[in-house]
Nanobody, 116 residues
Framework: QVQLVESGGGLVQAGGSLRLSCAAS????????MGWFRQAPGKEREFVAA????????YYVDSVKGRFTISRDNAKNTVYLQMNSLKPEATAVYYC?????????WGQGTQVTVSS
């Protein structure tokens, strides 16, 4: 069982930045690929970014490439999402996700609101 707790969401003006964090429980964090998803009101949950177990490979949805950066610190059991040049369309609940041999897990989400 893996528990994921997101933090760092909030209200920011367009063009601003936020850094989301996701703290994972357990001693096997480095065995999980990690990702961030988001769900805007009335829309389906969508993929934002992912990082492999070592942190050597990252993946992004086209709409955030060059502005968002996913990273992880396996010593701290934490994955981050640095979001720069935020746009109002980034307003959503952001969810942390882990994927490993023992299963797939989701955090409870953190709200990000970008005002125009």
């Amino acid at each position: 069982q893996v528990q994921l707790v997101e933090s760092g969401g909030g209200l920011v003006q367009a063009g601003g930045s936020l850094r989301l964090s996701c703290a994972a429980s357990g001693r096997t964090f480095s065995s999980y690929a990690m990702g961030w998803f988001r769900q805007a009101p009335g829309k389906e949950r969508e993929f934002v970014a992912a990082i492999n177990r070592s942190g050597g490979n990252t993946y992004y949805v086209d709409s955030v490439k060059g502005r968002f950066t996913i990273s992880r610190d396996n010593a701290k059991n934490t994955v981050y999402l640095q979001m720069n040049s935020l746009k109002p369309e980034a307003t959503a609940v952001y969810y942390c996700h882990s994927e490993g041999l023992s299963g797939s897990y989701w955090g409870q989400g953190t709200q990000v609101t970008v005002s125009s």
